[in-house]
């Protein structure tokens, strides 16, 4: 596998374009190798404005979940985060403290929506959430990490007190993201 710094999200699969990951993302990395998985969770609803005033994203439900696998014949420890990505110019978004995790021989593990939110505890969090699923393997052994990204485009958006939600399509996009690792360092 190829190491380099970037990260296709899955919008920009399609249309071929790369966005770099920001380096002060590497401030909080222990030394081993790093994967940075880019997330999109939950319900954007439209926002009465006209470009360039737009949304993250476009009017939508989007699912995210990021799919760990070990395939090496010992077991593997990994520390798992998530930060949420703040607009340019604000605070910046909030971040989970480290999980450690343990993943047996041929073992596999999913970071979803529903775990990126539990990570976070009892901070109440926004109908829709973006930003990064950090992996770390700090003993420097590869893992196979893919994110897969779910979206339905939403046409008509219900108050939240009725019932049965917001009118969605019956299939949405779905693309397969292969996460490349890099180097992770602690800077000075």
Known sequence: MKKRAAIVIAVAVA?????????AALAQASEGLLYSVKFLCGLQTKIP??????????????????NIHNFHNGSVVIDKKVVIAGREGATPGPMTKPVRDVLSPDQAIEVDC???VRLFGD?????????????????????????????????????????????????????????????AFTLP
């Open 15 to 23: 249309a071929g374009v790369e966005f770099t990951v920001p380096s």
């Open 49 to 66: 404005a006209a470009p360039p005033n737009e949304p993250p994203v476009k009017p939508g439900n989007y699912a995210t979940a990021v």
């Open 114 to 116: 529903a775990e990126i």
């Open 123 to 183: 901070m109440r969090l926004p109908p829709f959430i973006k930003g990064f699923v950090e992996i770390v393997s700090p003993q420097r052994v590869e893992l196979s990490v893919v994110g897969v990204y779910t979206a339905k485009e939403c046409h008509k958006f219900l108050p939240p007190t009725a019932a049965p939600g917001p009118a969605c399509t019956d299939f949405g996009e779905l693309s397969l993201q292969v996460i490349p690792y890099r180097d």
